[in-house]
């Protein structure tokens, strides 16, 4: 997993509040996508962003949910007005530009979110 | 929208033995990759496989893509406690760009 920097690992929420995520794609590589996961559960593409752009976004939920990617700076993943079942493991995955289908990702460790 | 199924859901053996672990779709997947999680860490990627009925090995475990590219399996020899954890498969959706992803396999190896 080394390159893929996520932060913070844990991170613990109030019901309501706001949690925002962090990703630092690999050097080099353009494409970032995010994943939650369940316990005991695997993973659940959540959205697809390339630099300054959301190119498919099909697996967010339609509200509370936002990513970003600018053009400096991490991905960003924001959950608004947090509530229990937000509470998961949630993964940054980059890729070299260009589509991944035959050398695949390279995760992060992931933030634990823990929303109280 | 594509499936991925994994079976069995749960495996615990003891060091030493055999086992093969599956990834099954309805749906045909221009490539299928393995990974493995650890507790509290990120999936690492073990192999891609592309062709249909493509055989690749990595040291004691050995992948194969099915012929209609539908399903794959991952056997490994002589396992090791070192070998515990979530395996994955990850196939590429009908649009190119993500993965989706099995439920896995939990592993666990007993010394």
């Known amino acids: 997993n080394a390159g893929v920097m996520q932060n913070p690992r844990h991170l613990v929420r109030r019901r309501g509040q706001e949690a925002r995520l962090r990703c630092s794609p690999m050097k080099g590589h353009s494409h970032v996508y995010w994943y939650r996961q369940l316990p005991e559960e695997g993973l659940k593409f959540m959205v697809y962003?390339?630099?300054?752009?959301?190119?498919?976004e099909s697996g967010m939920p339609k509200e509370r949910f936002s990513a970003e990617f600018p053009k400096e700076g991490p991905s960003i993943l924001r959950i608004q007005q947090v509530v229990r079942g937000d509470s998961a493991a949630y993964f940054c995955a980059s890729s070299s530009p260009g589509p991944p289908i035959n050398y695949g990702y390279t995760f992060g460790s992931g933030t634990r979110l823990t929303v109280v | 929208t594509q499936l991925l199924e994994q079976s069995p859901q749960f495996l615990s053996i003891q060091e030493g033995e055999n086992l093969t672990v599956y990834c099954n779709s309805s749906?045909?997947?221009?490539?299928l990759q393995w990974y493995r999680q650890e507790p509290g860490e990120g999936p690492v990627l073990l192999v891609t496989?592309?062709?249909?009925?493509e055989v690749k090995k990595l040291k004691r475990l050995t992948f194969q893509f099915g012929d209609a590219r539908k399903d794959s399996s991952l056997h490994i020899t002589a396992a090791q406690p070192g070998d515990t954890g979530l395996y994955l498969c990850?196939?590429?959706?009908?649009?190119?760009?993500?993965?989706?992803f099995g439920p896995g396999t939990r592993l666990s190896v007993l010394p």
């Open positions: 749906s045909v997947f221009s490539s």
């Open positions: 496989v592309v062709t249909g009925g």
């Open positions: 990850a196939g590429v959706d009908n649009y190119g760009q993500n993965f989706v």
């Open positions: 962003l390339q630099k300054e752009n959301i190119i498919d």
